[in-house]
């Protein structure tokens, strides 16, 4: 494990190959530490790097050959934690949890001085009760999660994405891996199921139509995250014949509280082929319900599912130049809408933030089309 690459805030690396995910990600894990100690116990401080006390810090990493830990540190959290005694750098994926644990929200919080900052959560840890839990990785505080029996519950990585390859392996032994992405907020991983029996009824559907129904294929995908950004969450989707992924309704989502485990994640797994099933019956429903006024629909209807105004308007645009305005159906509109994921992928988005996207794009295979299907022009 190279720690020099992999402790900066900004690492992110994809892989083709699932072996080399794999073990990636068990060195991930084999550098992590959960540490849990009293939540009036952690003090905060800013990186100030004229400090005596930084300057001994950073000299103590220059031994270790890890100099670049703390460099790296002052670019971005520029924040240090405190616990009995040991000084710790700050990973930026550490803010969510520690204003959580402190219960102090803002959007300003990162952009005041780091002193301030430090002095506000002290405030606040002064007064916490209960435990928090720490997650210690590559070198920096990732994560302070509440540590009650009934708040945080640990889930590595490594075994999630192990299990799912296991199951895929059993339950869909044509299986393919797509590629998968790290970063220290989030990882996701994307296999193609190749089974043909998933998608024969709505090619059908698609054939009945007029449509092309060549070139799909079921998907599943993973994407989790250990620092409060996301459950263990699987997707169902459709790749297409031009190799677009289409979100098939909501996630099949395991949260990480409540004492969840790694069995419950198993029984998760179980329910990726009658999800995709019930989940492409709705998209071919779709193929019923026309759409006299394509444009102005498709634009309450990304509103109506939280989809960002500029996004909506730049990807209805899109939809318009392609198809034109005249009458349609829900199922083009509804492909329409996922080309918005392409379109924040395409403007280099983390994986959080599109998979964000996706699970409001799913909605859209939900909502009461006729509703939406006004002759007025739709005012945003």
């Not at 919080?109 to 435990?131: F, H, S, W």
């Not at 079921?218 to 989790?224: D, F, G, W």
């Not at 409540?258 to 019930?278: N, R, S, V």
Request: proline fraction near 3%.
């Amino acid at each position: 494990m190279n720690t020099m690459a992999t402790c900066a805030d900004g690492f992110i690396k994809s892989f083709s190959n699932q072996s080399e995910l794999l073990d990636f990600l068990r060195g991930i894990d084999g550098n992590t530490v959960w540490d849990r100690k009293k939540a009036n116990e952690l003090r905060f401080e800013a990186l100030i790097p004229e400090s005596e006390k930084v300057q001994q810090l950073t000299e103590s990493y220059r031994q270790r050959g890890m100099e670049d830990v703390i460099n790296d540190t002052q670019k971005n959290a520029k924040l240090l934690l405190n616990v009995n005694g040991a000084t710790y750098p700050v990973r930026r994926t550490a803010f969510k949890t520690i204003f959580e644990r402190a219960r102090v929200s803002g959007n300003s919080l990162t952009e005041i001085p780091r002193e301030q900052l430090a002095e506000v959560l002290n405030y606040c840890m002064d007064v916490a009760k209960g435990q928090a839990l720490i997650k210690h990785s590559e070198e920096k505080v990732c994560a302070v999660h509440a540590g009650g029996d009934s708040d945080y519950a640990i889930l590595e990585i490594s075994e999630l994405f192990s299990r799912t390859a296991e199951f895929l392996a059993r339950e869909f032994p044509k299986n393919t891996f797509l590629g998968a992405s790290f970063e220290h907020a989030f990882v996701t991983g994307a296999w193609s199921l190749c089974d043909d029996s998933l998608l024969d009824s709505y090619r059908q559907a698609l054939i009945r139509h007029g449509l092309p129904a060549s070139g799909l294929k079921a998907a599943v995908r993973l994407s989790t995250s250990d620092v409060g950004t996301s459950g263990a969450n699987l997707y169902p989707t459709l790749m297409t014949a031009n190799n677009r992924s289409v979100t098939l309704g909501h996630n099949i989502k395991l949260a990480h509280k409540d004492g969840a485990t790694l069995d419950d994640f198993d029984e998760k797994l179980k329910m990726i082929f009658p999800q995709c099933e019930a989940a492409l019956e709705r998209l071919a429903n779709l193929l019923n319900v026309d759409v006299r006024y394509p444009k102005n629909a498709m634009l309450a209807v990304m509103k109506h599912i939280g989809i960002p105004k500029k996004l909506s308007f730049e990807t209805v645009a899109l939809f318009i130049a392609q198809n034109g305005e005249g009458a349609c159906t829900a199922h083009e509109i509804y492909y329409g809408i996922a080309e918005a994921v392409f379109q924040l992928q395409s403007e280099g988005a983390s994986g959080t933030k599109i998979v964000e996207l996706e699970d409001k794009v799913a909605r859209a295979l939900n909502v009461k089309w006729p509703d939406f299907d006004m002759p007025m022009e739709y005012k945003w």
